[in-house]
């Protein structure tokens, strides 16, 4: 559990007879031109996205927002006319529809969303939930592999504003689910969906290649101890069991030898950010690699996010699908993130309830 402030409250399982403020904690993302430097300033201000010396951190925040804000500008311009992505609005409606699935299931609950780098704030939106009734919270956060740098200080953050916005108020903190059966199952039926299409377009598996992708982190981060690679692994085994059996079950096993990267998994990264070592590799090199080995037709299945945003409509649907087709490829095709799909929403809903309340709820 991260070490904050509000580590005085109790992070026991909550009474299922009181009303339940549901938190869907996130990075976010900014609303318009104008909020592109401040979210950037945030961003890089935050010594867990860039580890520099702590009192370095607003300086370091300060000069890379200002430097990259106009190049940023640009790049959100062309994911929609307003530079708005769909993160926040789809965000909104998950935390809306889980919260809905639990109070389906007899437990009061009520839906927000508190970001860590731009509007809402924690500070508004526990306000409001209090003000429509909360007794009580569930921290989640919207990236399903534990990162200190992503889940660690977002959920930090979150918890830090408790004693001034929901003072007194039990707190309960799911901190990681890489392997939600909902979460498997969205990924690995884009995934199979993909191959069994280029299947039946009768197409050469050795031809045909499947490349999974999350977002990068500091390789410093990982020698540490993070978990984040490790989970991250654990999610794409999963979903390449998944994957495996559906083209069984379909009659196209020949598949599973054949195709590129569904016997062994190939997990690629997206997103570096500085001149530090990240993760590796990158998954443009990869894809340009395997289209010079005889690869014309690739599937790419994200497996960190949530929601679309600018790293999926722009960095893989836009700039990794020009690298691809210019490298050779001449079938690109992307897994969507869980957006609302109501498998992986109710796989969610029913994890809470499992998780976040006293053994009594199951006795209503």
Not at 20 to 43: H, I, K, W, Y
Not at 88 to 115: D, F, N, P, R, W
Not at 161 to 166: F, L, R
């Amino acid at each position: 559990m991260p070490k904050t402030k509000q580590a005085c409250y109790p992070f026991e399982r909550l009474d299922p007879g009181k009303c339940t403020g549901l938190v869907l904690c996130g990075m976010g993302g900014p609303d318009g031109s104008e909020a592109v430097q401040p979210f950037l300033r945030n961003l890089f201000s935050d010594p867990a996205i860039l580890p520099v010396p702590r009192f370095l951190s607003p300086l370091v925040g300060s000069l890379m927002s200002r430097r990259r804000a106009p190049l940023a500008r640009k790049r959100y311009l062309k994911v929609s006319p307003d530079g708005v992505t769909p993160q926040l609005a789809t965000t909104l409606a998950q935390a809306e529809s889980v919260a809905l699935m639990l109070s389906e299931k007899g437990t009061a609950c009520i839906g927000g969303v508190a970001m860590r780098y731009w509007d809402p704030f924690p500070h508004e939106t526990l306000r409001d939930l209090v003000k429509r009734g909360a007794e009580q919270f569930i921290l989640v956060p919207t990236y399903p592999q534990y990162s200190s740098a992503t889940t660690g200080s977002t959920l930090k953050f979150v918890l830090d504003a408790i004693p001034d916005a929901a003072v007194g108020k039990p707190v309960y903190v799911i901190q990681e689910w890489p392997l939600l059966p909902g979460l498997l199952d969205v990924f690995s039926r884009a995934a199979a969906e993909a191959l069994k299409n280029f299947a039946g377009q009768g197409l050469d598996p050795a031809a045909c290649a499947l490349v999974y992708v999350a977002h990068s982190l500091p390789q410093k981060m990982v020698d540490k101890g993070d978990p984040y690679l490790e989970q991250t692994l654990s999610t794409v085994q999963a979903v390449q069991e998944k994957v495996q059996t559906a083209l069984v079950a379909s009659g196209h096993e020949q598949w599973v030898q054949g195709a590129v990267g569904t016997k062994e998994s190939i997990l690629t990264f997206q997103s570096r950010v500085g001149p530090i070592k990240w993760l590796g590799p990158e998954v443009a090199g990869t894809v340009r690699k395997l289209a010079a080995e005889g690869c014309r037709h690739l599937h790419v299945q994200p497996v960190s996010f949530t929601c679309e945003h600018v790293e999926t409509l722009l960095e893989l649907d836009i700039e990794l699908k020009e690298d691809a087709l210019g490298a050779g490829i001449q079938t690109f095709s992307r897994g969507k993130a869980l957006n609302l799909d109501s498998s992986w929403l109710k796989s969610l809903s029913e994890e809470l309830h499992r998780r976040s309340f006293k053994p009594e709820v199951f006795a209503r």
